[in-house]
């Protein structure tokens, strides 16, 4: 018999494994013995316990439960301060919601996914919510994985929009500040949705993740290239799953994305959420309740060689990362010296350095089939998730030539509360793919940079959504539309029904 309890596998020895053989008694032909038995015995056990989970159990409400559309199960956690508040947060806004990918079945799963995240969620006030992918599982999956057609990557992609939804009708998640992570073979579908569907996603945070460009679809670009995206790893981590966070890295400094990159000294292929979790709550404006778990993580900011250039795409612009941790003393760069424990050995050690990445054998699409003129230098973004939103400076209105768009609904512009509302900028195609759209509902920020946003009403009355949108020759214009949200059905089922 044996089993695996907190990552250490013990083995008990029944019936005849191991027993001597009888003296004088010819062994069968092949017959392996009892020891051969147990240590293979012993080895699948190993893998089979995968990585294991050091955080604790947080202190709110979890479950299993299943999509009804896709058949998706799925892990919900609610945090602490959920549950005791039933559901209502401070200031009566929603709370931020963050999608957990997992590794590679059976080393991993959707339900330590959920184990390892509680502590953070409870800490920041988090929803979190692991599907489990068909994707990720030795059985189906390649590796890596390079072709997004297969079925089991567009079966994966519905279930996640659809248990999204579903999360969001269950409870009182706030669908404009989803949050996207992932640990080790997670990551090959995490980049893949963020590509996909940008408009669903606030953030993206890597953790010890797979990546491969060929799962990236190079028109999508535009739509999401001022989105937050992070890529963390250990130095002592799987040569895979760091060569492949490495060529991340320097696949989103290539097309120009604002990437964070650490690594963390001494780690090996580990779950650390709360890298993501610090990562986050720069982004969405969350304070935690508890400090940080950060001291014993030493990081170092990841310098990657430029990799060779498609033929006509542009020199981007050099990247300088902000500091992730400005106040951490545990993180490490070039010219300051590491923090040492109490006891340890008082010389000074270099920090982890990261060798530059080979170019790749295989060059990707280019964006752009002809360099672009030089970039025009944009107006500052507005954060649109803070916790105290401002209405952004006024822009001014069409000139002369007013450039021709609308806003475009996708449904009806009536309907009853809470109404979702898929919503796009309809410009010209070459007008488009340079374009830069912040969108408003009654005056607040809800989105930025894509042409493309969801929204959801929870008020009754009338609601004017607004597009302003920046060109890439800084012309703007704004594009206004009025939406009708009714009262709730009398008739409506509550949301745990």
Not at 63 to 82: M, Q
Not at 144 to 173: F, G, H, S
Not at 287 to 304: G, Q, R
Request: net charge neutral; hydrophobic share 35%.
């Amino acid at each position: 018999m044996a089993r695996c309890e907190n990552g250490t596998m013990t083995v008990e020895s029944t019936g005849t494994i191991g027993k001597p053989w009888p003296a004088g008694s010819p062994r069968p032909a092949g017959r392996c013995t009892g020891t051969v038995l147990l240590l293979g015995l012993g080895m699948i056990l190993v893998t089979q316990c995968g990585c294991p989970v050091p955080q604790r159990p947080g202190m709110g409400q979890c479950s299993r439960l299943v999509e009804p559309e896709t058949k998706t199960g799925y892990w919900l956690y609610l945090p602490e301060d959920y549950v005791k508040n039933n559901g209502q947060r401070s200031g009566n806004t929603a709370w931020p919601l963050v999608v957990t990918l997992h590794g590679l079945r059976p080393y991993d799963d959707a339900k330590p996914q959920i184990r390892s995240w509680q502590e953070e969620a409870d800490r920041y006030g988090l929803i979190v919510v692991a599907p489990e992918l068909r994707t990720c599982d030795q059985l189906v999956m390649p590796v890596p994985l390079r072709d997004p057609t297969k079925w089991y990557v567009q079966t994966d992609e519905k279930a996640i929009l659809a248990v999204m939804d579903e999360v969001c009708r269950r409870t009182n998640a706030d669908p404009t500040r989803v949050l996207l992570t992932c640990f080790s073979s997670g990551g090959y579908l995490a980049h893949y949705m963020m590509n996909r569907h940008p408009e669903r996603f606030t953030a993206l945070a890597a953790m010890g993740a797979n990546f491969n460009e060929e799962m990236i679809d190079y028109t999508q670009l535009p739509r999401y290239r001022s989105t937050k995206i992070a890529v963390f790893f250990g130095e002592n981590d799987f040569k895979l799953c760091r060569e492949e966070s490495l060529r991340a890295v320097s696949w989103y400094r290539r097309y120009r994305f604002d990437v964070d990159a650490r690594q963390v000294s001494g780690l090996g292929h580990e779950r650390r959420p709360q890298l993501a979790s610090v990562f986050f709550s720069r982004i969405i404006g969350a304070s935690p309740k508890t400090p940080p778990d950060l001291a014993s993580l030493v990081m170092s900011d990841v310098t990657t060689g430029e990799p060779a250039r498609p033929a006509g795409a542009p020199r981007p612009a050099s990247l300088s990362p902000a500091p992730l941790f400005p106040e951490d003393g545990g993180r490490t760069n070039a010219g300051t010296d590491r923090p040492r424990d109490a006891g340890s050995d008082s010389r000074e050690r270099e920090p982890a350095t990261v060798a530059p990445m080979e170019a790749p054998t295989r060059s990707a699409r280019p964006v752009i089939s002809q360099p672009p003129p030089p970039p025009t230098p944009r107006r500052p973004g507005q954060q649109p998730y803070s916790n105290d939103p401002q209405t952004p400076d006024p822009l001014p209105e069409q000139g002369d030539e007013p450039i021709p768009g609308r806003i475009e609904l996708r449904g009806l512009g009536i309907g009853s509360a809470p109404m979702w509302v898929d919503m796009r900028v309809d410009l010209p195609p070459e007008l488009l793919l340079e374009a830069s759209v912040l969108w408003l509902a009654n005056g607040q920020p809800i989105a930025s940079s894509t042409p493309e946003a969801r929204a959801i009403l929870r008020s009754p009355g009338q609601h004017q959504i607004e597009a302003w949108v920046t060109l890439g020759d800084d012309r703007r214009a704004i594009y206004r539309e009025t939406i009708t949200v009714l009262p709730p059905e009398p008739t409506t089922q509550p949301a745990g029904g």
